[in-house]
């Protein structure tokens, strides 16, 4: 199992990015998908923020980045998004993929930092 994230950089307040979650080595398109950030002040733990079923690509959202953040995910290419726009300087973090249950080997993330 081995899940890379990319796509994080530097961005100014109010800009964009859009992050990759490339897969492999497990059924991606049988697994109900999310993306996670590293909580603030707490290198270890993760929080979630969005998430994308399996079936018919439904989509959940942490609230604060509900408006702002869309998830999506190719199956053809074992690939999930994070589309991340009106970003603000508490964004700032690492963000990672995993499965809905946090069930996967984490990858090493993508660090974003926004700038005020």
């Known amino acids: 199992v081995h899940l890379m994230e990319s796509g994080g950089g530097l961005v100014q307040s109010e800009g964009s990015l859009r992050l990759s979650c490339a897969a492999s080595?497990?059924?991606?398109?049988?697994?109900?998908m999310s993306w996670y950030r590293e909580a603030p002040g707490k290198e270890r733990e993760r929080e979630w923020i969005?998430?994308?079923?399996?079936?018919?690509?439904?989509?959940d959202y942490k609230k604060s980045v509900s408006g702002r953040f869309t998830i999506s995910r190719d199956n053809a290419l074992n690939t999930m998004y994070l589309q991340m726009r009106r970003l603000k300087p508490r964004n700032t973090t690492v963000y990672y993929c995993n499965d809905i249950l946090m069930g996967l080997s984490w990858g090493q993330g993508t660090q974003v930092v926004v700038s005020s």
């Open positions: 080595g497990f059924s991606f398109s049988n697994r109900d």
């Open positions: 969005a998430s994308i079923n399996q079936f018919d690509d439904r989509t």
